[in-house]
């Protein structure tokens, strides 16, 4: 009879067998095709570990067809380093460039901890014993708390709160979504080829795989598009208040936060007739509108005009209504804002001169403004 064999490491083999084949000659003929070795292979039926060597394929209820998971059952070493579950984005499948693929005996982020866990008795560690010892790694090696912090920022931020209990149970549940993702690949395997929801798993795996493909690509010939871009940002003043501005020309207008507004002093100056709400990925109330006001930027003045957001991380944002009016231009090769009208630049600001609120902030928060002004205020003086 035809057997499928199976890792985590996503191989899988064919064999031809005997269907009263022992199962100790069993594991040797897999130990010639995966690289395990016999003595720490556990081999799983449909969830089930099989245990007794002297016992026939035939008498585990194994049949022509079926798919046999094989695992590597790591032994206990005394004062062995703990190793680091594979957790949050799975990186197995993708190989970085000039690096030979993971060789089968060694399965990628293979906890020992889920080995022993399918083998049964072969181990006492429990949840917990794994959740300690992971902390503990991450507090010996802190290059690895950096590489946590990229891959599996959930984890990474439960250890770093302190709390042991919720670091384990961020860790229990991330283990047991991993071993319920293996579960379903296997039970895919040994589904109908017909069944619709079967053709559903094949698709995703399919789509997983392109998407593996597509990153790998990435990460040897655009490797500078999984680093941080540093939005623009330029130093002003305004009412004699010193601000730091973001360039944004996909604003229609020109937006400063309520905190920013009375730092400077206009508040006093708000028209609440423009009163209203930005809608866009996220809603805040505008509190009203400074019809005119002085921005300098170094020693050039441009009046400008501010609609005033309530909730609002950033201190201004100069908007496309700002940058028309002065003819501004993006000069991204010299790192400037060249202003047409006064013919000056400014220089952005490099990431180390931002604050650590501004930069973290991967991109401000998009709004739909078209909709606020004479023709999208119920209460502006022109409809009344």
């Known amino acids: 009879?035809?057997?499928?064999?199976?890792?985590?490491?996503?191989?899988?083999?064919?064999?031809?067998?005997?269907?009263?084949?022992?199962?100790?000659?069993?594991?040797?003929?897999?130990?010639?095709?995966?690289?395990?070795?016999?003595?720490?292979?556990?081999?799983?039926?449909?969830?089930?570990?099989?245990?007794?060597?002297?016992?026939?394929?035939?008498?585990?209820?194994?049949?022509?067809?079926?798919?046999?998971?094989?695992?590597?059952?790591?032994?206990?070493?005394?004062?062995?380093?703990?190793?680091?579950?594979?957790?949050?984005?799975?990186?197995?499948?993708?190989?970085?460039?000039?690096?030979?693929?993971?060789?089968?005996?060694?399965?990628?982020?293979?906890?020992?901890?889920?080995a022993g866990a399918n083998a049964g008795s072969s181990t006492s560690t429990t949840h917990a014993d794994t959740a300690e010892r992971l902390r503990q790694e991450l507090l010996n090696y802190p290059d690895r708390l950096a590489l946590l912090k990229q891959n599996n920022p959930s984890l990474a931020e439960a250890f770093l709160s302190g709390n042991k209990e919720l670091f384990a149970q961020v860790l229990n549940r991330q283990l047991a979504e991993k071993s319920e993702r293996e579960r379903k690949r296997i039970q895919m395997l040994n589904a109908d080829p017909f069944d619709p929801e079967y053709q559903k798993l094949i698709a995703e795996e399919i789509r997983q795989d392109n998407v593996d493909s597509n990153m790998e690509a990435a990460i040897e010939y655009h490797p500078e598009s999984f680093g941080q871009v540093t939005m623009l940002y330029i130093d002003c003043r305004v009412n004699g208040h010193p601000v730091?501005?973001?360039?944004?020309?996909?604003?229609?207008?020109?937006?400063?936060?309520?905190?920013?507004?009375?730092?400077?002093?206009?508040?006093?100056?708000?028209?609440?007739?423009?009163?209203?709400?930005?809608?866009?990925?996220?809603?805040?109330?505008?509190?009203?509108?400074?019809?005119?006001?002085?921005?300098?930027?170094?020693?050039?003045?441009?009046q400008s005009s501010f609609s005033i957001l309530e909730d609002q991380i950033m201190d201004m944002l100069l908007g496309l209504d700002m940058l028309k009016r002065h003819q501004c231009c993006i000069d991204l090769k010299r790192n400037v804002l060249v202003i047409g009208t006064t013919g000056t630049e400014t220089p952005f600001l490099s990431e180390s001169d931002l604050p650590r609120n501004i930069a973290t902030l991967s991109e401000p928060t998009e709004m739909d403004m078209s909709r606020f002004g004479p023709g999208g205020n119920p209460d502006h003086p022109s409809k009344k």
């Open 1 to 114: 009879m035809k057997l499928t064999v199976t890792t985590l490491t996503d191989l899988i083999v064919t064999l031809d067998v005997s269907p009263d084949m022992e199962l100790e000659n069993f594991k040797a003929l897999c130990e010639c095709e995966v690289g395990f070795p016999s003595q720490q292979m556990v081999i799983t039926h449909e969830g089930r570990p099989l245990m007794d060597n002297t016992k026939d394929l035939s008498s585990f209820g194994i049949k022509e067809g079926d798919v046999l998971l094989i695992q590597q059952a790591f032994p206990n070493v005394p004062n062995a380093q703990p190793q680091l579950p594979d957790l949050g984005i799975d990186f197995s499948a993708i190989r970085l460039p000039n690096t030979p693929a993971p060789s089968p005996a060694t399965p990628p982020g293979a906890p020992a901890s889920f």
């Open 244 to 302: 730091r501005a973001f360039i944004d020309s996909g604003a229609q207008t020109t937006i400063m936060s309520q905190a920013c507004a009375e730092r400077c002093g206009i508040m006093r100056l708000v028209d609440k007739r423009w009163s209203g709400y930005a809608k866009g990925v996220g809603v805040q109330k505008i509190l009203g509108r400074v019809h005119l006001g002085h921005i300098q930027i170094n020693d050039v003045f441009l």
